[in-house]
């Protein structure tokens, strides 16, 4: 998975729709290939945008949560203890 595309489901405070829509654009990024599409482009990207940012947003409301409730200084901490994991492996 990029890893510039989150998990947004089950937190507190509620994800919002502009961190829907990020996680979209990186998605539609990463699958497109580009970064910044042509001109002629632009319309079917955005497109693309919208419909996966919509799709997340259903799906976000419809799941019912099993687990503990994430915050995002919690996931800042775990992707912290990751790349001082990574680090370490580096620079053996």
Request: charged content about 35%.
């Amino acid at each position: 998975m990029c890893r510039n595309i989150r998990v947004l489901y089950n937190f507190e405070p509620p994800t919002t729709k502009e961190e829907i829509r990020a996680s979209a654009l990186q998605y539609v990024r990463k699958v497109s290939g580009l970064a910044r599409p042509k001109a002629a482009d632009v319309a079917a990207f955005e497109r693309a945008i919208d419909e996966v940012a919509e799709s997340t947003g259903c799906l976000l409301r419809s799941l019912s949560a099993q687990t503990a409730v994430r915050t995002r200084e919690h996931e800042h901490e775990k992707a912290r203890a990751r790349w001082k994991k990574r680090e370490a492996q580096l620079l053996r």
